[in-house]
């Protein structure tokens, strides 16, 4: 919910005490923010206030004279100056009370088993309130559950009907699949009937829900209490918004996966690949031993091996966007500059590169997502956002709706007041406009869409520059309706206040990452400030694109030519980024392949040495999202095995090949700020492992955590050291000191009397605001020169046909997808075309696809929506090759 801030200006009296606060926010968001600990249930921070569950009793008084008083809700109450309130009067507390125990009447007594157990919002405002004696003794309501997919389980006997989960996922996520149905006593929030809920955040429904209603079935299967779980601070792998996250760990296994709220970026919510994309770091078929030609080897003697090729010669790296800015460095470092290459294709590469120069350069604020949410105009160009960035699409879809909160100020009505600003505004919307090459997950709030090519899309944008700025070339070949929606998104553009332009690299287009900052380039000349959102493809894209390096492609040609002996390949699947003959081709000419990864793949296949790296729960490093803003994820957990960070497999690797590339995280980070003064900022991006508070490290497992002697009792009586840590200030331990953590080194939220997520509001400057001490993360990009105009390429027309790269939220990225419950929702291959292209071939008829002798089956999607001229192929998708630059696509019957 967008939140308007204001200078504080009222004074209001809490129990006698005086406080000055901003008359704009309601009582009970100012209480939590001064530290009060006052029940409630239906509100939500980001979903505003209904008054439903009238949990949050407060006593108001009309003067200094008023004795008695009368009950408000908290939640429901503005901040008037002079107001007088009291949490502790006797009716109040009478209130609370009452309402606890009629929400208790139906409630099951299953904490033992329920899996929200010790991290339940319920259970901590019954004992808040003092609910200890249930009088009721008759027969509780009953109601059958429903099978809700291989996220979210349903247990309907706990709810406490305070409608949150509806509000969520209706109103604020958009789905259409989940409702409230009956009334009194049987009011039952589900599905109509049993099915997979299909919106991309229903994970959250497992958080909103402040009892155990919803569930999170994988982490259900393998259950573990919450204060049993060492947690540490990471950042989502999963794509390029650098969404913050808490994994969990107990028995060398993550469990699951809670957000972590960051101000500027997730907030209090994630999408589901990057909620349940963790499951691929318990595969069964992971690297786990160092192996040399198939047979194990001595970590040491690996990394000896590793080093004594290097210092041979002949050597080539290939980098990651998946892998961190420290991995990528130590390789850099080791091969050479020369030798280093970024594991991306060329065309991927180009793309990257632009997308940073444009940041670079632009006139417009490079927008967070919490920015976006408070745009009043938007166009996006050519990104499937539910697939690309789902959490940047969460966020559009609350800036439509900044148009209700406009008119909400206009009518004095408070912002907070959700329904109040929902009847108001009826289905009134700030401008948002998608174009894109079939119809996305946002065109239900879409004002207009215009599908096509990615070259008809950036001429489309080449037309809306020219109608801020003259002196720009018209785009050639548009016919009458793109003409007319060429005007009204430009009208929209130069009346709002907040634009927002948002592509990526997911079309693989530079031509429209350069419209799209033709477009800032307009909106700043003609007196608009605009923002931008680019987004690249992989988690540390923009990362590696500043480390710099040739593309996979270029080296590919250099093992081709003969140059290469030794080849280091870091996390990379090398049959992700080039058509598996020219692949295997490749890799028959190099005398020695060694692979740094935490998956099994084609390419840790066909390794000489292979050395079994970390996944992120198992890592330190750094990453680089969208924005530029470098982000530290911790290690969570020590592996088993010979698993560890691919950084140190590589420091390790170092002194057999005459270089000292240190040995802690600390060090390596300053190497790479040395080395690479863009990068500088990345020292910042956390305290160093010297950091100590009261002089102790920074636990991360509970105070509560148990059993640290018996788990171990299979091997061992005694209870063993706790790994050492000398890379971070966290400690393996429950030991330590938390409270003042820096926010980028907090494991655990966690406060007395608030052990579920709620707890955040402790850790907050204020609510729905950044964290105590700043949100986590340090902004790398500056602003380098005046922007100007990208020249456009001479146009020419469209060929027949052409292969346009779908996305799938579920599928394309490949770490994701090797997780159990998503592997699930993962669909199988299939091509989209045109009605008008179908060559009388029926829709989901299975087909054969023939790409220039790489032939698969798929199944054929007709679709209305999909550009003409074009057939949509899904990036990524198990079972989908690599096709090569400008490839055609042949269909025939299978």
């Known amino acids: 919910m967008t939140i308007s801030r204001k200078p504080p200006d009222a004074t209001i009296q809490i129990d006698g005490k005086i406080h000055a606060v901003d008359p704009s926010r309601n009582l009970l968001e100012v209480a939590l923010e001064l530290g009060y600990d006052l029940p409630y249930f239906c509100w939500h921070p980001a979903l505003g206030s209904v008054g439903a569950c009238r949990q949050c009793a407060v006593t108001q008084f009309?003067?200094?004279?008023?004795?008695?008083?009368?009950v408000v809700m908290a939640c429901m109450t503005p901040c008037t100056d002079k107001a007088r309130f009291s949490l502790a009067h006797a009716d109040a507390v009478t209130m609370r009370a009452a309402v606890i125990e009629f929400l208790m009447t139906n409630h099951p007594h299953d904490c033992p088993v329920c899996e929200e157990g010790g991290a339940c919002h319920l259970q901590d405002m019954t004992v808040m309130i003092g609910h200890a004696y249930r009088r009721y003794r008759h027969t509780k309501r009953t109601h059958l559950n429903q099978d809700l997919g291989p996220f979210v389980g349903h247990e309907m006997n706990r709810c406490i009907a305070c409608y949150r989960c509806v509000r969520f996922y209706r109103e604020y996520a958009g789905g259409d699949d989940l409702n409230v149905f009956g009334a009194h006593h049987h009011v039952y929030f589900g599905r109509a009937s049993d099915g997979v809920l299909e919106s991309p955040f229903s994970g959250n429904l497992v958080e909103v829900c402040p009892t155990g209603v919803f569930t999170d079935k994988p982490y259900g299967e393998s259950y573990t209490r919450k204060w049993d779980l060492q947690q540490a601070p990471s950042v989502c792998h999963h794509c390029a918004l650098g969404c913050n996250l808490m994994?969990?760990?107990r028995y060398g296994r993550i469990k699951r996966v809670e957000n972590r709220y960051h101000g500027a970026l997730n907030g209090y919510f994630l999408c589901d690949?990057?909620?349940?994309?963790?499951?691929y770091t318990n595969a069964d078929d992971r690297p786990r031993r160092a192996l040399l030609e198939g047979a194990p080897?001595?970590?040491?003697?690996a990394a000896a091996q590793l080093g004594a090729w290097i210092e041979q010669g002949r050597v080539l790296g290939i980098g990651s966007p998946r892998?961190?800015?420290?991995?990528?460095?130590?390789?850099?470092a080791l091969v050479g500059d020369a030798n280093f290459h970024r594991g991306v294709a060329a065309s991927e590469a180009a793309c990257d590169d632009a997308l940073v120069q444009i940041l670079r350069q632009t006139p417009a604020r490079i927008a967070s997502i919490r920015e976006a949410e408070s745009a009043d105009a938007v166009l996006v160009l050519g990104e499937d956002l539910l697939a690309t960035g789902a959490r940047l699409a969460l966020a559009l879809r609350q800036s439509v709706r900044n148009a209700a909160f406009a008119m909400a100020d206009a009518a004095n009505v408070p912002r907070w007041q959700d329904h109040s600003v929902r009847l108001l505004a009826q289905h009134a919307k700030c401008p948002l406009f998608v174009l894109s090459a079939r119809a996305t997950g946002l065109d239900d709030i879409a004002k207009r869409t215009y599908h096509g090519r990615p070259a008809d899309l950036a001429r489309l944008a080449q037309e809306i520059v020219h109608l801020f700025d003259y002196t720009q070339p018209r785009a050639p070949g548009l016919d009458d309706d793109a003409i007319h929606l060429a005007h009204d998104i430009a009208t929209a553009l130069r009346t709002a206040q907040r634009p927002l332009i948002v592509a990526g690299t997911s079309?693989?287009?530079?031509?429209?990452?350069?419209e799209a900052a033709n477009l800032c380039v307009a909106l700043d000349k003609a007196g608009v400030a605009p923002s931008i959102a680019l987004l690249p493809r992989a988690a540390n894209s923009v990362g590696t694109a500043l480390l710099g390096g040739d593309d996979a492609d270029a080296a590919l040609a250099r093992i081709e030519a003969g140059e290469i002996d030794t080849l280091v390949v870091l996390e990379t699947d090398l049959y992700r980024l080039a058509p598996a003959a020219r692949v295997d081709a490749a890799l028959a000419r190099v005398e020695n392949l060694v692979v740094l990864d935490a998956l099994a793949t084609p390419t840790t296949a066909k390794a000489t040495l292979l050395l079994p790296a970390g996944s992120f729960a198992e890592t330190d490093g750094t990453l680089v999202n969208y924005e530029g803003r470098a982000q530290r994820y911790f290690q969570v957990f020590v592996p088993d095995g010979d698993v560890r960070e691919s950084w140190r497999w590589l420091q390790q690797a170092a002194p057999a090949a005459g270089l000292d590339l240190g040995d802690t995280l600390d060090a390596l980070i300053e190497c790479c700020a040395q080395a690479h003064p863009q990068l500088a900022g990345i020292v910042d991006a956390a305290p160093s492992a010297r950091f100590r508070l009261a002089g102790s490290r920074i636990p991360r497992q509970p105070h509560r955590y148990s059993g640290r002697t018996a788990m171990h009792a299979h091997r061992d009586i005694h209870e063993p050291r706790p790994p050492q840590d000398a890379d971070t200030p966290l400690a393996f331990t429950m030991e330590g000191a938390r409270s003042g953590a820096p926010p980028a080194q907090i494991p655990i939220f966690w406060a007395p009397r608030w052990n579920s997520v709620q707890s955040v509001n402790k850790f907050q400057h204020e609510i729905n605001g950044p964290l105590r001490g700043g949100d986590p993360g340090v902004l790398l990009l500056a602003r380098e020169a005046s922007a100007t105009y990208y020249e456009r390429p001479a146009w020419q027309p469209a060929r027949e046909l052409e292969v346009v790269w779908l996305h799938e939220l579920f599928g394309s990225e490949e770490l994701s997808a090797r997780g159990a419950a998503i592997a699930t929702r993962v669909p199988r291959p299939y091509v989209v075309v045109h009605p008008d292209h179908a060559n009388g071939l029926a829709d989901d008829t299975t087909v054969i696809c023939d790409c220039g002798g790489q032939r698969w089956h798929a199944k054929l999607r007709i679709d209305a929506t999909m550009a003409a001229g074009a057939i949509g192929v899904p990036y990524g998708l198990p079972g989908v090759p690599v096709l090569p630059v400008d490839a055609r696509v042949m269909l025939v019957p299978a």
């Open 507 to 514: 079309a693989g287009s530079v031509a429209l990452l350069q």
């Open 323 to 332: 892998a961190s800015l420290e991995a990528n460095h130590a390789l850099r």
């Open 62 to 70: 009309k003067d200094e004279n008023d004795t008695q008083g009368r």
């Open 273 to 279: 690949r990057g909620r349940y994309g963790y499951q």
């Open 247 to 249: 994994p969990g760990e």
């Open 297 to 301: 080897i001595a970590a040491a003697a």
